[in-house]
């Protein structure tokens, strides 16, 4: 009876104690501007999303629960730099588009940075509805990371991935940025293996538009030390290598991309085809076929393309490759471009910063040219530059 008195006491007490410090944080919240706010829960998913990537997830419905939180975090801090540095612009009265450029066509519609802006009519205006936009993605952050609880209890049990630490502009100049899901899932598929005594080759379909970065993707996926373990040869195939040569005498064609110093015979092989369109179903009967006669078992295939169509060949579902949502581009080219300083201490650069990433429509290469420019000279005046030549380009 003791026993179960104290457990009940315990129980609540408990209880009044996480009520009271709930009630207090909460209050303590209220207190604080909405940006802050939005900052402070921010914090919060971020960690979770770094503590995810560094784990090796295999369950699919985790992988995609971190899509989600990572989406999340990057439209937060969209939100987030939306508001504070245009907010710094009004408040400055900064035009940096060298006095030459309407007010109108800086809120062009094309720019989705400008979105805030767009809603309302004047400064009062701006600062509300910002506040609104805030409050209303504060929202939608606490009920995400109130339903990822299971999802971080799960991460437990997934193993730590050995990789060297990086400053966070440093990793998205060595790893495929915003791509760990998809990383992941191709690395799962290539490292399960078939029933014993199975013939058949298992095949990925990789989809998606032109400069997307599927070739790119699948490229860092075999540079994964797991896979290079797991495979004694890596041979990348092109259309130019779909002719009758290699239908014949596989072991002659492609471009071989990894080879282990263990004996070929009887290794497993990993075979990537990159196509620009769809392949008529002969070639492809061919090609599998051949691959078949070649490769040892729990071979595989990567088949990747800009068509839909290659879909039918695959014994997995495709994975589809899209461009990076405007929020996660945002993310990406803010890091890159201020480097190790902090974009804080710059709000005139960032907001600067801010046209020019939305300008470049999310391409990679645009990206990379044009942080090597910026970081050349940290100075208002060049920065503005930068702006003008991209407006009228």
């Not at 998913?45 to 419905?61: D, L, T, Y």
């Not at 993707?217 to 009758?244: K, Y």
């Not at 039918?312 to 929020?327: K, N």
């Not at 005046?381 to 009228?392: A, D, G, L, T």
Request: charged content about 25%.
């Amino acid at each position: 009876m003791e026993t179960a008195l104290s457990v009940i006491l315990g129980e609540i007490a408990h209880r009044s104690i996480s009520f009271l410090i709930n009630k207090f944080s909460n209050e303590a919240a209220a207190a604080l501007p909405p940006d802050e706010n939005l900052r402070r829960v921010l914090m919060r998913v971020h960690i979770v999303v770094e503590e995810a990537e560094g784990r090796q997830i295999r369950n699919q419905a985790m992988l995609q629960q971190l899509k989600i939180l990572s989406a999340t975090m990057y439209r937060g801090y969209y939100v987030l730099d939306t508001f504070r540095y245009r907010a710094y612009q009004e408040e400055n009265g900064e035009d940096y588009r060298l006095g030459t450029v309407s007010h109108s066509f800086a809120l062009s519609k094309f720019n989705p940075a400008k979105r805030i802006q767009l809603l309302c009519g004047g400064t009062s205006s701006t600062s509300s509805q910002g506040e609104k936009e805030l409050c209303g993605e504060l929202g939608s952050m606490e009920i995400t990371i109130t339903n990822a609880s299971e999802f971080i209890m799960f991460l437990n049990g997934c193993p730590p991935l050995c990789r060297r630490i990086y400053s966070t502009y440093l990793v998205m100049e060595r790893c495929m940025f915003a791509r760990h899901v998809e990383m992941e899932h191709i690395i799962n598929f290539l490292m399960e293996t078939g029933s014993p005594g199975t013939q058949d080759l298992d095949v990925l379909p990789i989809v998606g538009p032109m400069k997307a970065g599927k070739s790119t993707l699948v490229e860092h996926a075999c540079n994964d030390e797991r896979v290079r373990m797991a495979f004694s040869q890596i041979v990348l195939l092109t259309e130019d290598d779909l002719d009758e040569r290699l239908m014949t005498s596989m072991r002659d064609g492609g471009t071989v991309k990894h080879r282990s110093s263990h004996a070929l015979d009887n290794q497993r092989l990993l075979l990537i085809v990159e196509l620009n369109g769809d392949v008529d179903e002969a070639t492809w009967s061919n090609l599998y076929s051949s691959c078949k006669r070649y490769a040892a078992n729990d071979s595989k295939v990567i088949i990747c393309s800009r068509s839909d169509e290659i879909a039918r060949f695959g014994t997995a579902p495709p994975l589809r490759v899209e461009y990076l949502t405007q929020e996660a581009y945002w993310y990406f080219f803010k890091a890159l471009a201020f480097g190790s300083a902090n974009p804080k201490e710059e709000p005139k650069l960032t907001s600067m910063a801010m046209e020019i990433a939305a300008c470049i429509s999310s391409s990679f290469i645009a990206a990379n040219s044009m942080v090597r420019i910026l970081r050349t000279n940290f100075s208002a005046e060049f920065w503005r530059m930068c702006v003008f030549c991209i407006y009228f380009r």
